[in-house]
């Protein structure tokens, strides 16, 4: 089994370039062998909504998307991030099932959060939900009602079939390591730790990120995935410090704020803000510019200027190609005023130019990138698929068949962005330092440097172009 290179890594779900797992192999081969080295999976386990990620169980392949056996096939070639949903787990899965049943009597009833045990009086205070960082407007919790005929509240971070976990039960402790080690058995090099800073919890706080507890969390966490030589990834959304201070522990950590800030680059000719995050980011990072949620807009605060901000954030409904406010809205399905739903390449108005240096800034800036599949195929908003659906997030959520993938690749957009991935994968200038040189604030200049052999990247935000200079053999060539 593959483990983690510096190589770049496509996100995708199992479904979405092809049917399932064995088409993604065959699509993978024909087309993208060279241009990707890792996959991150997006949850493949049998699940009760959020497209994945509320899993019932982690011992299984949903079989819609195959099995074990067309997963551990992958990892044999690229090296494989897995989902692990540390928060919660699905209502319908047999662990809630078996509780709803038996209540207190389950050997689950201590793996969820009861308010009767969680709060002091069995209910909290104005001032204690208040405090909790929230996706609801009211305290967060669905009412479990038992086989016996009684009720009580159990926390719910996120969507209804999504159950949170008392990680510091000892009956968690026991399904984390069992479910942790599973995942390490069939081929995992990486493990993404999603909605991580939720998963500690203390009456009184704002329930996300309570030091030291998340520490102690991490360090169980990693102590389980160690012997097996697989890594942790933290995901979290919120203030880059928070990136920081994971970082500062020496844990791979995402870089969020990139796609924001490049988009505000793009739109404004201004570089000022992008060079001062490469100047200060981590540089143990996966850079992303889009994922299967939307942009983030809260990655970005206070690395630009509020107004900056919202005029970026505004501006994609006017410089993005066919996306608007309403997307963002209950309407469909989406309250997040954190995220803006719509593709990259359509952000950036479906302007080839604009989209590909986006890409080469990624590809040279501090850390591994990781590319989403419709983005790798430079994919526009799908419209289609976000008006049969009424979910915001499906806009850039596109299911793509073999024959419209045959077709995409033709596309010279495609074609380039292939073509400087290979290029990010096989460079040795990668695997080395990354300095910023002195330019002009429309500018960007990155070099990449180990031993002898380097690779520069000029670019100009005004003019959306870019030139590619590196050496091989020791001559200098342009790419």
Known sequence: MKKLENKCMLITYSDSMGHNLADLNEILDKYFKDAVGGIHILPFFPSSGD???????????????????????????????????????????????????????????????????????????????????????????VEAHFADGTSEKVWCTFDEEQIDINCKSETAKCFIRDNLMTLCEHGAAMIRLDAFAYATKKAGTSCFFIEPDVWEFLK????????????????????????????????????????????????????????????????????????????????????????????????????????????????????????????YYSALGDEDDAYLLARAVQFFAPGIPQVYYVGLLAGKNDLKLLEETKVGRNINRHYYTKEEIDAEVKRPVVAELLRMMEFRNSHPAFDGTFELETCDDDKLVIVRKKGNEWAKLSADFKAKKFEITYTEDGEVHTF
């Not at 389950?106 to 009767?116: G, T």
């Not at 939900?129 to 609801?136: E, G, L, N, P, S």
């Not at 995935?225 to 950590?253: F, N, S």
């Not at 060079?275 to 981590?282: G, N």
């Open 51 to 141: 497209r994945g990620f509320a899993p019932m169980d982690y011992h299984k392949v949903d079989p819609a998307f195959g099995d074990w056996n067309d997963v551990e096939h992958l990892a044999e070639k690229y090296y494989l991030m897995f989902d692990y949903m540390i928060n919660h787990i699905s209502a319908q899965s047999p662990y809630y099932k078996d509780f709803l049943e038996k209540k207190d009597a389950s050997e689950y009833h201590d793996l969820f959060i009861r308010y009767k045990d969680f709060w002091e009086n069995g209910e909290p205070t104005e001032e204690q939900v208040d405090a909790i960082y929230k996706r609801k407007p009211r305290a967060p919790y």
């Open 220 to 343: 169980e966490c990693e102590d389980i995935v160690k012997p097996y030589g697989v890594i942790l990834l933290p995901e979290i959304h919120e203030h880059y410090t928070m990136q920081e201070k994971i970082a500062k522990e020496d844990y791979y950590v995402y870089d969020f704020a990139l796609p924001m800030l490049l988009i505000n680059a793009l739109y404004y000719g201004q570089t000022q803000y992008l060079k001062h995050w490469f100047e200060i980011c981590p540089r143990k990072q996966f850079t992303t510019l889009d994922t299967h949620d939307g942009i983030g807009v809260v990655d970005v605060k206070d690395l630009l200027p509020d107004e900056e901000i919202e005029r970026t954030k505004e501006d994609i409904f006017k410089f993005g190609a066919n996306v608007k406010k309403i997307y963002n809205t209950a309407a469909y399905n989406n309250l997040d005023i954190y995220q803006v739903n719509c593709s």
